[in-house]
């Protein structure tokens, strides 16, 4: 059950309760937060449409937010837009690694090594920041995008769609697959944007998305040399 109260003028937010494990309800439940930008035509109103920004870490409550500006508004006359913060994410049982000086200076560190000594610092880092992880969060195998796509069928059911009506971006289309995977008989209408492959391993998507990285770059300094007020070097 859905407790809607108003929130930032003209959306609904309310919070879910889904479980932990959906293999051992016995662990207990994360709180998922959600927001709702009701549909502007309600007599022509279709069903809910949850979105996910990508990430993964993106907020899908701050996403649904700002429907109005993302939103055709043929679309936001039909649909209930609906978003919500994955679990691990935002205001939904957040993932807490470090103190706000460690996270400072993760930040601050080198993550281009030039050489073995700085790789081999990199990767203890790397390490440690895990270890950190998994001492100060409870339960961090849970915060799987199996379950995150459970929950948004949990999602689904209690806002009383019989079908999923999804857009994903990013990292979203990757939940939206493993959603589909999962609940096949609950498809409704699913917008997959910027599709990454669910079957790639993750130096595979890491490559891939250098090698696109590295194409938009050279096709805007290609473009800026081509006009006179270009900052760039014309070497």
Request: hydrophobic letters at 35%; aromatic letters at 10%.
């Given at each position: 059950?859905?407790?809607?109260?108003?929130?930032y003028e003209?959306?609904?937010?309310?919070?879910?309760?889904?479980?932990?494990?959906?293999?051992?309800?016995?662990?207990?439940?994360?709180?998922?937060?959600?927001?709702?930008?009701?549909?502007?035509?309600?007599?022509?109103?279709?069903?809910?449409?949850?979105?996910?920004?990508?990430?993964?870490?993106?907020?899908?409550?701050?996403?649904?937010?700002?429907?109005?500006?993302?939103?055709?508004?043929?679309?936001?006359?039909?649909?209930?837009?609906?978003?919500?913060?994955?679990?691990?994410?935002?205001?939904?049982?957040?993932?807490?690694?470090?103190?706000?000086?460690?996270?400072?200076?993760?930040?601050?560190?080198?993550?281009?090594?030039?050489?073995?000594?700085?790789?081999?610092?990199?990767?203890?880092?790397?390490?440690?920041?895990?270890?950190?992880c998994e001492?100060?969060?409870?339960?961090?195998?849970?915060?799987?995008?199996?379950?995150?796509?459970?929950?948004?069928?949990?999602?689904?059911?209690?806002?009383?769609?019989?079908?999923?009506?999804?857009?994903?971006?990013?990292?979203?289309?990757?939940?939206?697959?493993?959603?589909?995977?999962?609940?096949?008989?609950?498809?409704?209408?699913?917008?997959?944007?910027?599709?990454?492959?669910?079957?790639?391993?993750?130096?595979?998507?890491?490559?891939t998305q250098?090698?696109?990285?590295?194409?938009?770059?050279?096709?805007?300094?290609?473009?800026?040399?081509?006009?006179?007020?270009?900052?760039?070097?014309?070497?």
């Amino acid at each position: 059950k859905l407790d809607w109260a108003t929130c930032y003028e003209d959306f609904e937010c309310t919070d879910l309760r889904v479980p932990i494990d959906y293999a051992d309800l016995t662990v207990g439940t994360f709180k998922i937060a959600v927001l709702r930008y009701k549909a502007q035509d309600p007599k022509n109103r279709i069903g809910s449409l949850i979105v996910n920004p990508g990430g993964p870490g993106g907020s899908g409550v701050d996403y649904a937010y700002n429907a109005e500006y993302v939103f055709d508004p043929d679309v936001l006359d039909r649909y209930d837009i609906v978003g919500f913060d994955p679990r691990g994410v935002g205001r939904s049982a957040p993932i807490r690694c470090l103190t706000d000086d460690e996270t400072d200076a993760n930040y601050a560190s080198d993550s281009k090594p030039d050489n073995a000594q700085e790789f081999e610092t990199l990767v203890k880092e790397a390490q440690d920041y895990v270890a950190k992880c998994e001492k100060n969060t409870k339960n961090l195998t849970a915060y799987s995008t199996e379950n995150t796509a459970r929950d948004m069928d949990v999602i689904r059911a209690v806002l009383g769609d019989e079908k999923l009506n999804y857009l994903g971006k990013s990292y979203g289309t990757y939940l939206g697959t493993i959603y589909a995977q999962l609940f096949p008989d609950t498809v409704g209408r699913v917008v997959l944007d910027g599709a990454i492959d669910p079957d790639a391993t993750p130096l595979q998507q890491s490559l891939t998305q250098a090698v696109g990285f590295d194409q938009a770059l050279g096709a805007f300094i290609e473009d800026c040399l081509q006009i006179d007020t270009c900052p760039l070097p014309k070497d």
